[in-house]
């Protein structure tokens, strides 16, 4: 069983940055690939970023590629870090763990979640 604790949301002008954690606790944190996904309002979850288990190896969304940076770190903390947002960007974002070694980017293959943090950038 793996729990998963979002952090780091809030409220940014446009052009800002923002960085969000996830606190992971449970099983061994270097079996799960990492993911970032969120949630605007009215619309559906959409995936936003990834991670491999061993970190070699990332994937994003061509909306935030070259703007958000994913990482994680041996102390079971995974992070995005959001450059250059924009208002279009505000939603709830989700940090996400799969069994997978290799990185995963289909939302149905995440088994854990955590209670989302709310992100807002104003115009």
Known sequence: QVQLVESGGGLVQAGGSLRLSCATSGRAFTS??????RQAPGKAREFVAAISWSGGSTAY???????????????????????????????????????????????????????????????
């Open 32 to 37: 799960y690939a990492m993911g970032w996904f």
């Open 61 to 123: 969304a061509d909306s935030v590629k070259g703007r958000f940076t994913i990482s994680r770190d041996n102390a079971k903390n995974t992070y995005l870090r959001m450059d250059s947002l924009k208002p279009e960007d505000t939603a709830v974002y989700y940090c996400a763990a799969a069994e997978s070694r290799s990185i995963v980017v289909r939302m149905y293959e995440y088994g854990y979640w955590g209670q989302g943090t709310q992100v807002t950038v104003s115009s």
